[in-house]
T-cell receptor, first 111, second 114 residues
Framework: LAKTTQPISMDSYEGQEVNITCSHN???????ITWYQQFPSQGPRFIIQ???TKVTNEVASLFIPADRKSSTLSLPRVSLSDTAVYYC????????????FGGGTRLMVKP | SAVISQKPSRDICQRGTSLTIQCQVD?????MFWYRQQPGQSLTLIAT?????????ESGFVIDKFPISRPNLTFSTLTVSNMSPEDSSIYLC???????????FGSGTQLSVL
């Protein structure tokens, strides 16, 4: 199971683009990368998942370099409501181990 | 998506008592999981609730302390037994439609043990 490392916290201002990087040096060939968002008093919510290169949806983009040892979640033009904890998970989609949450990154968006 | 209803949303309990938390999903799901999240911390997987069989527990969690039931594909319960203040935490139910597809979470049960 690949271990992930994220910054503990980040600050940003409204309207800025925020990039949160996750390191996963021991990622295996079959591992996928998944990001969740958690607001206070709520359960985590799926944001995006990817395997390589770039994935984009209506909420965020996920950039994964060729060696896949890291990934970057990009949130365009954040607002105050994006203040939350963001978790990066790495695991094998076929092996039942995409269940372990790392420490997460606490993002604070300021006005 | 999956809509998860978790009850109770919060409770305050006395030391030595037990609390059963219910998780109801609006559709049949293959995978159901129970997590614990202590204040300001990340989520820790307690166990996988298996329909029709005994739950699979993670290291550090045992059936006597956290008995789990899963009578069908839409419902599960987690009991926190013989509670102590160290059990004060948020307990979260999570479901997945297939192995390692994205997880959906309930809003959690905030438990305080006095």
């Amino acid at each position: 199971l690949a271990k992930t490392t994220q910054p503990i916290s980040m600050d940003s201002y409204e309207g800025q683009e925020v990039n949160i990087t996750c390191s996963h040096n021991n990622i295996a060939t079959n591992d996928y990368i998944t990001w969740y968002q958690q607001f206070p008093s709520q359960g985590p919510r799926f944001i995006i998942q990817g395997y390589k290169t770039k994935v984009t949806n209506e909420v965020a983009s996920l950039f994964i370099p060729a060696d896949r040892k890291s990934s970057t979640l990009s949130l365009p033009r954040v607002s105050l409501s994006d203040t939350a904890v963001y978790y990066c998970l790495v695991g094998d989609n076929n092996a039942g181990n995409m269940l372990t949450f790392g420490g997460g990154t606490r993002l604070m968006v300021k006005p | 998506s999956a809509v998860i209803s978790q009850k109770p949303s919060r409770d305050i309990c006395q030391r030595g008592t037990s609390l059963t938390i219910q998780c109801q999903v609006d559709s049949q799901v293959t995978m159901m999981f129970w997590y614990r999240q202590q204040p300001g911390q990340s989520l820790t997987l307690i166990a996988t609730a298996n329909q029709g069989s005994e739950a699979t527990y993670e290291s550090g969690f045992v059936i006597d302390k956290f008995p789990i039931s899963r009578p069908n594909l839409t419902f599960s319960t987690l009991t926190v037994s013989n509670m102590s203040p160290e059990d004060s935490s948020i307990y979260l139910c999570s479901v997945g439609r297939a192995p390692n597809e994205k997880l959906f979470f309930g809003s959690g049960t905030q438990l305080s043990v006095l």
